[in-house]
């Protein structure tokens, strides 16, 4: 019997958990909810030192994002208004820009550590036309297996090689 969160997809006929998008978002495997991955980074603030793994680095642009797209329409809607509220949330959406840009340093500089690469490799996006697409690629490949310069794996923290 199939209890829990998969009790839906099972439900609907999905074989697979990854298949229902909605419910990928909310559970993982290893037990930290999808949340929690978003806001490690925010927790770990200019901590840069270690390693990040691509899935920290990737939850944290979705929740910049998810938060990121609905106050500028907000702010874009309230702004033809004689109140000044978009002016207002233009200011606040500026000092959340702000505010982040730190722990966005940051958690890249750790997935450059992940690749066994320096964080100075971060300098690399201010290349004019082709730095963000640089920055892109070296986002999405796989960091080194096993414990590297930086520390140890993050996807296998204790160096445990169970199929090896």
Known sequence: MVRGPFLLP????????????????LFSKQGITDMEWMIMPLKRYADFQGR????????????????????????????????????????????????????????????????????WFVLLGLIPYIGGIILFVFMCIEGTRGSNRFGPDPKDPYGEAVFE
């Open 10 to 25: 099972a439900a609907l006929g999905l074989r697979s958990f990854r298949f229902c998008g909605a419910f990928a978002l």
């Open 52 to 119: 990040s793994r691509r899935k920290e680095y990737w939850m944290f642009v979705l929740f910049q994002i998810l938060l990121l797209v609905p106050l500028m329409l907000i702010a874009i809607a309230l702004d033809g208004g004689a109140s000044g509220g978009g002016l207002v949330l233009m200011g606040v959406l500026g000092i959340f820009v702000l505010a982040i840009f730190i722990p966005s340093l940051a958690v890249q500089v750790r997935r450059f550590h992940d690749q066994d690469k320096s964080g």
